[in-house]
């Protein structure tokens, strides 16, 4: 990549990661549908697959071959993201695909993250999903931080649930190591840990509750900073009122633990007609336009387009 990174400005478009602490959940499904949803609302959408070594978004949007991809440019083959983008048949959506992706690729750390969110948000685009890959790498949290808009989706299933909450911590924790250095909070919040014991510090709520009483002042501050940080809470394939209940739940338990803002997106019902649409290489949502499951993506798609422009709107009379 030879050419400078962009930074973000109040024109950029705004991103949406999808991010797990498991595979096998649904969430490239989850989030190229979205993409399709939201493009066929009238906004312009770019998906891009950093499901390093697993990428599939592709076939999940009916792609069956892709003569460029993300790897292309990290590598310096190609000299711009815009080169590397591939039109889809669904008007207003494109992708930068990872099928064609090196094998060095997945070397890629949080710092090349940021250098490529630097570039990403300044690409022409209404909305920008990330499709992320599962886990809790430096390159993957640092990708979900930087955006906008930030999902994590889970199944009913307790190693799901388990590896969602891991990916929640991991990432939250990645948050206040970045603002540690921006607040000036290293000696502050390493005594913190270090007595963490004997200062009954057991969750990261109680963590800036303890920096508070030591600094009154860095305390607001990072409360204050804390309060931009903000996640949502989505379950796939649930077959129960239970499991349809869990994303409320857990978002209770975060917003609990973390002291946080998390909000529910609710739940994708398990279908069987699902595995119907990936045979046919086709977004369910083209594929099983009345069904249930495409119901459920453009509910979740508007109420993201929704907050994003309350919010749009909030800074705008703001500033």
Not at 152 to 158: A, D, G, M
């Amino acid at each position: 990549m030879n050419s400078t990174s962009k930074a973000k400005n109040k024109n950029s478009p705004q991103l949406i990661s999808f991010g797990g602490g498991k595979g096998g959940i649904g969430k490239s499904i989850i989030c190229s549908n979205v993409a399709v949803c939201l493009s066929q609302l009238g906004f312009k959408v770019l998906l891009v697959d950093f499901d390093l070594g697993g990428a599939n978004a592709h076939t999940c949007l009916g792609i069956q071959k892709t003569d460029r991809g993300l790897s292309d440019f990290t590598s310096g083959r190609s000299q711009s993201l815009e080169s590397v983008i591939t039109k889809t048949e669904v008007h207003n959506l494109d992708i930068i695909s990872g099928a064609l992706d090196d094998l060095n690729i997945t070397d890629l750390d949080g710092t090349k993250a940021l250098e490529l969110i630097g570039y990403i948000s300044y690409l022409k685009y209404d909305y920008i999903l990330l499709d992320l890959g599962a886990g809790t790498s430096a390159f993957t949290i640092s990708l979900f931080n930087s955006s906008d808009e930030k999902v994590i989706v889970s199944t009913p299933e307790p190693t799901s649930i388990e590896n969602a909450y891991r990916f929640m911590k991991v990432a939250f924790y990645k948050k206040l190591k970045t603002l540690e250095k921006e607040l000036g909070l290293e000696e502050l919040l390493e005594s913190a840990m270090n007595k963490s014991g004997s200062k009954n510090i057991k969750t990261p709520a109680d963590l800036i509750k303890y920096v508070a009483q030591q600094d009154f002042e860095k305390g607001e501050t990072l409360s204050h900073s804390i309060k931009d940080y903000h996640y949502y809470v989505l379950i796939n394939q649930c077959r129960t009122q239970q499991d349809r209940e869990l994303s409320h739940a857990m978002k209770s338990i975060s917003q609990k633990y973390f002291g946080i803002s998390v909000d529910s997106l609710g739940y994708i019902d398990f279908d069987n007609s699902a595995w119907q649409a990936l045979r046919k290489r086709l977004p369910i949502v083209i594929a099983l336009p009345y069904s249930v499951l495409t119901s459920g993506f453009f509910r979740i798609s508007k109420d993201l387009s929704k907050k994003w422009s309350a919010a749009t709107q909030k800074n705008k009379k703001a500033a």
